[in-house]
């Protein structure tokens, strides 16, 4: 199976701008489009819808929404407008959504809140009118969507880096989604992870694609390049370093990191991540410097890598390097 590539896309820019990255990104062979669903920015479902109007291959989806902000027969609304305005490319990104305490949203039973946000999303696209009560979730017998969908059945993403996440993707996803990791050691651990999953639902494991994504900045000028990198790795750090089991920081590290980037002081807290750090959490540098990153994930077994913002020190010149300069040279 040939290995995909993909582009993240921030949901911070002005109507326009998503379909012509869009158009660039297909012209140029990249195989998905994804736009983050961050506490504050803009809803996935425009820059999403804006992109398949722009496009005719490229699969598109959030990754990812989170079932505690929308209901799930909105999330069905929403998966069914962009597959029937993609003509059949969307899929789902679901996943328990992170700094929802800043809008007063507590996440209780996570695990179950996903997996029957799921089970109530695609009874609702099959047409299933038989109801569902779960833990969380309930639809009424006969409860059904009064118009018509593209498909069934879109594919399902999980995002998750923990066990259990990982072995709820292994039972029900076609793909989970490690974020903000370009650490090609965590592959053969999500494999393990999703294992267990898989064999509780009779599925062999490499059923389901294990997708990393982490930010991205390209340039010729590859210094310049990792100095942003660095800057913009040092504003999730405190999040994802204590979920990568494979990685050992500098004591104290995290702590002076996070401090500096509560005071403001990004630009310091990025001077204080060292380069075998930043490497397995960004892809960063030349175009050789990252295509020999994703070519490391793409060795490990991963079904797809995605580049995600900001690509470039601007927008445009990123996604055009990583599309004339970094995918000639990845074997996949």
């Known amino acids: 199976m040939t290995v995909e590539i993909g582009l993240g896309l921030q949901s911070d820019k002005p109507a326009g701008a998503y379909a012509r990255l869009a158009r660039a990104a297909e012209s140029h062979g990249f195989d998905v489009l994804t736009v983050f669903g961050d506490l504050m920015y803009q809803p996935p479902i425009f820059p999403l819808l804006e992109m398949a109007q722009a496009t005719s291959r490229v699969r598109l989806g959030p990754a990812c929404l989170n079932p505690y902000s929308l209901a799930p027969y909105e ?25 929802l305490g800043a809008v007063g949203l507590p996440q209780p039973k996570p695990l179950a809140t996903i997996e029957e946000a799921a089970a109530v999303v695609y009874r609702l696209l099959r047409g299933d009118r038989d109801g569902y009560q779960g833990q969380v979730f309930t639809l009424a017998p006969e409860t059904a969507l009064r118009y018509a969908v593209q498909r069934p059945d879109p594919p399902l993403l999980i995002g998750a880096w923990g066990p259990k996440g990982a072995a709820l993707a292994g039972r029900i996803a076609d793909e989970i989604k490690v974020g903000g990791s370009a650490n090609p050691d965590m592959v053969p651990v999500v494999r393990d992870r999703l294992r267990v999953g898989a064999r509780a639902a009779g599925r062999d494991v490499d059923e389901v694609g294990i997708v990393l994504g982490a930010v991205t900045v390209v340039d010729t ?104 300069a970094v995918l000639p040279l990845l074997r996949r």
């Not at 999330?75 to 700094?99: C, E, F, N, P, V």
């Not at 002081?265 to 050789?288: K, M, N, Q, Y």
């Open 75 to 99: 999330i069905a609304g929403q998966l069914a407008a962009l597959d029937l305005a993609s003509a059949g490319r969307a899929y789902l990104g679901l996943a328990r959504g992170t700094w």
């Open 221 to 324: 000028d590859g210094e310049a390049a990792r100095a942003k990198a660095r800057t913009e790795v040092a504003m999730y750090l405190a999040v994802v370093a204590d979920l990568d089991p494979t990685v050992t920081l500098p004591n104290g590290l995290v702590a002076r990191v996070g401090e500096l980037v509560d005071a403001g002081e990004h630009d310091a807290a990025g001077r204080l991540i060292p380069d075998e750090v930043l490497d397995r959490f960004a892809f960063s540098g030349t175009p050789e410097q990252v295509a020999a990153q994703a070519q490391q994930l793409i060795d490990a077994g991963v079904r797809r890598v995605e580049f995600g913002t900001p690509h470039g020190l601007t927008d445009d010149r990123g996604v055009d390097l990583l599309g004339t």
